[in-house]
């Protein structure tokens, strides 16, 4: 069975530092894994996905994503908030045999303060 | 290009009572999907369609949800008779096929809303 476990439910930093959000997975198979965005009251949107090509992904925003096998991590991570980045993120986790559905992990509210 | 559309955006119901959702996915995309949000958590696949047949309905709780793709175009999901624990975002998406990896983006579309009282 396939999980993800985000750590810390909320985080908090000042604008212009540096943004970490952390994600792990489990998987008994080669893992495709994605980074989803959701603002207040809207739908997901994608930032970025691990696909096997590069283990350093970039995505949208200035958002960008390392996949760690021996870690079995796939942090998310930007160099410098800005205000606009406060949102929840989502990490999710895909892999063969399950029909390309999605799992995710319960979320990370990013907050940032001026 | 046009994004997944869903209706209504909110809806208050008391318990017991019927509510549908429907869903209306980018256009040419082969598999719709059906996500509960539940506050605090992440979402959940209800059904997953490919065309207009069900993939997956493993977590459906089937005795009042129900779910239905007709022309393998627009869906419409169904709950009756509503729970309290039914209240959260119902998220729609598409994306094109997704028989093998690496699997096209999935889209979402905004959400419904729905507050069982």
């Known amino acids: 069975a396939q999980s993800v476990t985000q750590l810390g439910s909320h985080v908090s930093v000042s604008e212009g530092a540096l943004v970490l959000l952390r994600c792990n997975y489990s998987?008994?198979?080669?893992?495709?894994l994605f980074w989803y965005v959701q603002y207040p009251n809207q739908g997901l949107q994608l930032l970025l996905k691990?696909?096997?090509?590069?283990?350093l992904v970039k995505g949208i925003n200035g958002f960008e994503a390392e996949f760690k096998k021996s870690e079995t991590s796939f942090h998310l991570t930007k160099p410098s908030a800005h205000m606009s980045d406060a949102a929840e993120y989502f990490c999710a986790v895909s892999g063969k045999g399950s029909q390309g559905n999605l799992i995710f992990g319960k979320g990370t509210k990013l907050s940032v303060k001026p | 290009e046009a994004g997944v559309a869903q209706s209504p955006r909110y809806k208050i119901i008391e318990k017991r009572q019927s509510v549908a959702f429907w869903c209306n996915p980018i256009s040419g995309h082969a598999t719709l999907y059906w996500y509960q949000q539940i506050l605090g958590q992440g979402p959940k696949l209800l059904i997953q369609?490919?065309?207009?047949?069900?993939?997956?309905d493993s977590q459906l709780p089937k005795d009042r949800f129900s779910a239905e793709r007709l022309k393998g175009v627009d869906s419409t999901l169904k709950i009756q008779p509503a729970k309290l624990e039914d209240s959260a975002v119902y998220l729609c998406a598409s994306s094109k096929e997704r028989d093998t990896p690496p699997w096209d983006t999935i889209y979402f579309g905004e959400g419904s809303w729905l507050t069982v009282v």
């Open positions: 691990y696909t096997s090509a590069a283990t």
């Open positions: 998987s008994s198979v080669p893992p495709y």
């Open positions: 369609f490919q065309n207009n047949g069900v993939v997956d």
